[in-house]
């Protein structure tokens, strides 16, 4: 079994930060990628932000000079530091981790950016 817990996200104004933490645990010895996804209402999920297993990051173009990525391969975790945040950036964040073939994801996390 694997959980995926996050942490972080909440309400803010435009131009401010938020931090998302994901910890995995359970049976991850061969976790191959760790990303984060977002929803916002009425679109489909999308990918933010993601870590290879052998370290490769990809941030989407929306996003990219605006948050990081950093990954803890000794904590399993992977944190999402978003600055600059705007309206569009709304939607609820789920973590997703690939072990093998399986995917597994988290209860995701509601991020409201008001203008």
């Known amino acids: 079994q694997v959980q995926v817990l996050e942490s972080g996200g909440g309400l803010v104004q435009a131009g401010g930060s938020l931090r998302l933490s994901c910890a995995a645990s359970?049976?991850?010895?061969?976790?191959?990628?760790i990303g984060w996804h977002r929803q916002a209402p009425g679109s489909e999920r999308e990918l933010v932000a993601s870590?290879?297993?052998?370290?490769?990051?990809y941030l989407a173009e929306s996003v990219k000079g605006r948050f990081t990525i950093s990954r803890d391969y000794n904590k399993n975790t992977l944190d999402l530091q978003m600055n600059n945040l705007k309206p569009e950036d709304t939607g609820v964040y789920s973590c997703?981790?690939?072990?093998?073939?399986?995917?597994?994801w988290g209860q995701g996390t509601q991020v409201t950016v008001s203008s």
């Open positions: 997703n981790i690939i072990i093998g073939t399986r995917n597994f």
């Open positions: 359970g049976d991850i010895s061969r976790i191959f990628a």
């Open positions: 870590v290879s297993g052998d370290g490769i990051t």
